[in-house]
């Protein structure tokens, strides 16, 4: 059983809790029916604890309250048609969304960016049925405003932007998919991403609870501002940049990744998943190339399977927010992690290591570091094929080590 922190949008005062864990319309682009529509002319393959913290995140064996993150419409892997619009994409011409309601969109066409401009409280479902859209230098889909856009695959579809992108106004549209609202994917089949910048990226919250993504990105292929959040789905990402990258300039104490599940395979130049505060994931399965593993400042593994070839550091805590001090917890799962030689460190944390649960296998020159103490409680520790109960510091694939991570040793 594990306990977990319910997160909320400010993450500024926490509580860490115990946790079990038809009929449709027509649109042509001459006319609508039942929605505002505008148009114009414009690869890669523990322990038990609860307690209340404020202001400053405090993190042992806690951590996001999944219960909380998804609806059920976000988990519904297919959109309520019952009273839809049917669009059609054609060459050089965009589509303005600016009502709440479900739109399934098809066809192929270049040059062509849909709009979502709708009211704050409004819900946007698009859903993707078979759409094929080439930019030059613009999103594939931009939404400006909204509550909430759900983009529901129905139909394997692709978006791909060529060439460099070009601002709106002040803003760097800097995505195949860009959204300025909350964004929500899921669905049944396969979205196809190609990018020369960002594959998609939600300035406010990105989920994800199902379907197939293939995201190629010459900078990141999933990025969020306050967090991205996914529950289920299968990925393969080839990333220059970062796989996942979660950040928030004005507040550190956002920009967190949770995972509960989904198949991943993931290709960085960089760091595979990256959060600004915190990344916990409970479930999935994960393989991973790239320069780092996975980086936050507070890293909570609950279960899973994670294997990582890594250049540089394996899993690393890093102090990049304020609200954590740099942690990394392992309470399940199998993680298997195998570093490249020279100066590289399997497990890196800029403070704490505790492991409570799981099997950890590490294979490097340097397989642990850590700048605070290491905490043995539970699990199966494998150093280079050797199984052991202590947590060597910076020694080179052997045991113990001037800050030695004893049982129990806090």
Known sequence: MMNKVKANKKLNHITTTILTLSACSLLTLSGCSNASLITDNTSIPGTTVTKTVSNTIALASGGVDASSLFSNRDLSQTADLSDCTYLTVADGTALHVTKSGVYVISGAAKNVTIYVEADSEDKVQLVLDGLSITNDDFPCIYVKTADKVFVTTSSDSTLSVIGSFKKDGDVNTDGVIFSRSDLVLNGTATLTVSSTDNGIVGKDDLKVTGGTYKVTASSKAFEANDSIQISDGIFYLKAGTDGLHAENDDDDSLGYIFIGGGIFEIHAGDD????????????????????????????????????????????NAARKSNSYTPTIEFNGGTINITMGAGDTDGVDSNGDIIVNGGTISVNGNSTFDYDGTATYNGGTIIINGQETTTIPNQMMGGFGGNKGGGKGRH
């Not at 400042?297 to 899993?315: E, H, K, L, P």
């Open 272 to 315: 595979a998943i990256h959060a600004t505060s915190l990344l916990q994931i409970d479930d999935g399965e994960f393989s991973i190339t790239a320069a780092e593993g996975l980086e936050a400042t507070y890293i909570q593994i609950n279960g899973g399977t994670v294997t990582i070839q890594a250049s540089d550091d394996g899993i």
